[in-house]
Structures are given as C-alpha cells and as structure tokens.
C-alpha cells in the first residue's frame, strides 16, 4: 500500500489526531486537543510514534484505550 494511502487511512480512523511521516521515515501522530488532567493520569500521551504504519495503528488503539479508561498497562 502506498505512503499516502496509510497516511489517509489512518487519519479517517482516527480524527482526533495529526498524522504524518518524518523525513527520517518514522510515523508520527499528535492529538489536537491538549491532555485533559484526567487522560494525563490516565498515561495518555500527546504524541506518540512508530517504525511503521500498523505500529502507529496500534499505539493509537492503546491511546483511545487509556483515554477511554480501558487500557491494560
């Protein structure tokens, strides 16, 4: 699959983020709200990245997990 067909997918999956591919080829994604007191007890976190896209996937899974209060860290 191509670079810009992760990027759109991964997006539309999840729209509270900013996804996007550093020069140096890693996955990036950054909330576009600030970390509420809550999520930040919680362990989310306000960027996260990956080696890969499916890492990224993954990790904002986990993300939308611990802001739902269902992670298991």
């Known amino acids: 699959m191509s670079f810009d067909r992760h990027l759109a997918e991964i997006a539309r999956e999840f729209p509270d983020w900013t996804i996007w591919r550093s020069d140096a080829g890693?996955?990036?994604?950054?909330?576009?709200h600030p970390l509420t007191?809550?999520?930040r007890d919680l362990?989310?976190?306000m960027t996260i990245d990956a080696d890969e896209p499916e890492?990224?996937?993954?990790?904002?899974?986990?993300?939308q997990d611990r802001s739902?209060?269902?992670?298991?860290?």
């Open 26 to 32: 890693r996955w990036w994604a950054t909330r576009h």
């Open 37 to 39: 007191p809550a999520q």
């Open 43 to 45: 362990g989310c976190a």
């Open 55 to 63: 890492g990224l996937r993954e990790q904002l899974r986990e993300q």
């Open 68 to 73: 739902d209060g269902r992670g298991s860290w």
